[in-house]
């Protein structure tokens, strides 16, 4: 990834001040899937980060993950495996229950879902405090799937993120990183 890529994909995220609560800059990836060449560079760069490893599944996060993780996994010729939030699956699952930037939430995965022995990539458009892909690390591991390593669009380093991801020994990658938040 070069100096020229870094600048397209920031200029395709906007930042709005205040949402979804007061104090917070949100770091908007719509206007990144909406321009079609950035949000092909965006894939071919996560892709990049995977090139050297053998994948079996791109697991995606609740909502945005989707976006990203769906082509992701086809390009790679791999399945893909939605971690959902709480009410959202039609099955037994598994779930765990985490904290936001701004609150708590529930994340679930299909309890069928064999993961054993499997080599999984969690992707997010977003990385933050940590605590999404923290709890959705739990329940790849409680289907006794291995976490390749997390992938995200955005980093915002300053909230401390990666202290929490090796901690729970989540390598991790993004494509770029906001100073703040």
């Known amino acids: 990834m070069n100096a020229q890529d870094i600048e397209i994909i920031k200029e ?3 930042s709005i001040p205040n949402f979804p ?4 800059l949100f770091r908007d990836v ?3 899937m909406n321009n079609s060449e950035a949000f092909k560079l965006s894939l071919a760069l996560l892709a990049s980060y995977l090139k050297n490893d053998s994948v079996d599944y791109i697991a995606g996060i609740e909502s945005r993950g989707f976006i990203f993780g769906a082509p992701l996994a086809q390009m790679l010729g791999v399945g893909f ?3 959902r939030k709480k009410g959202k699956l039609p ?3 598994h779930q765990v ?3 936001l930037e701004y609150g708590t939430d529930i994340l679930e995965i299909d309890r069928d879902f064999d993961a054993a022995s499997k080599k999984i990539v969690l992707i997010d458009d977003l990385l933050a405090t940590g605590g999404t892909v923290v709890a959705a690390t739990k329940l790849i591991r409680m289907c006794k799937g291995e976490v390749l390593k997390a992938l995200f669009v955005v980093d915002l380093p300053e909230l401390g993120a990666s202290k929490k991801l090796n901690e729970h020994n989540i390598p991790y990658n993004s494509l770029i990183s906001y ?3």
């Not at 609560?21 to 917070?24: D, F, Q, Y």
Request: charged share 30%; with cysteine; proline share 5%.
């Open 30 to 32: 719509t206007t990144l």
């Open 12 to 14: 395709n995220i906007r």
């Open 97 to 99: 229950e985490y904290e």
């Open 21 to 24: 609560k007061e104090g917070i």
């Open 179 to 181: 100073e703040g938040h």
């Open 91 to 93: 099955c037994e699952v």
């Open 81 to 83: 495996v939605p971690i």
